[in-house]
Nanobody
Framework: QVQLVESGGGLVQPGGSLRLSCAAS????????MAWYRQGPGKQRELVAV???????NYADSVKGRFTISRDNAKNTVYLQMNSLKPEDTAIYYC???????????????WGQGTQVTVSS
């Protein structure tokens, strides 16, 4: 089994910063793309940012220039540095990883439990 454990959420004022972390552990052969999604109140879950194992990144237009996704392949950990936070960034943030558990199996999606980010004065 593969587990994703997130940390770093909380309450922050508009204009502030937070850093989220997500560590994958368990029976892992290889971790491919890692990503952050979010789901705001009354909204559908949306992709925030994704990073490949080689370091290529892609961002939602709403966070470009403010958020930075990075990863530490040795630790199977992905980070999301969030700067210049706005009230509309308020959401539950979920970590997602595409993991191969053995060399003979196709990758599968795994999700973290979610961490709340609230941007409010």
């Amino acid at each position: 089994q593969v587990q994703l454990v997130e940390s770093g959420g909380g309450l922050v004022q508009p204009g502030g910063s937070l850093r989220l972390s997500c560590a994958a552990s368990g029976s892992i052969f290889r971790v491919n793309d890692m990503a952050w999604y979010r789901q705001g109140p009354g909204k559908q879950r949306e992709l925030v940012a994704v990073i490949s194992s080689g370091g290529r990144t892609n961002y939602a237009d709403s966070v470009k220039g403010r958020f930075t996704i990075s990863r530490d392949n040795a630790k199977n950990t992905v980070y999301l540095q969030m700067n210049s936070l706005k009230p509309e960034d308020t959401a539950i943030y979920y970590c997602n990883s595409k993991v191969e558990v053995t060399r003979w199996q196709r990758e599968a999606d795994y999700w973290g439990q979610g961490t709340q980010v609230t941007v409010s004065s």
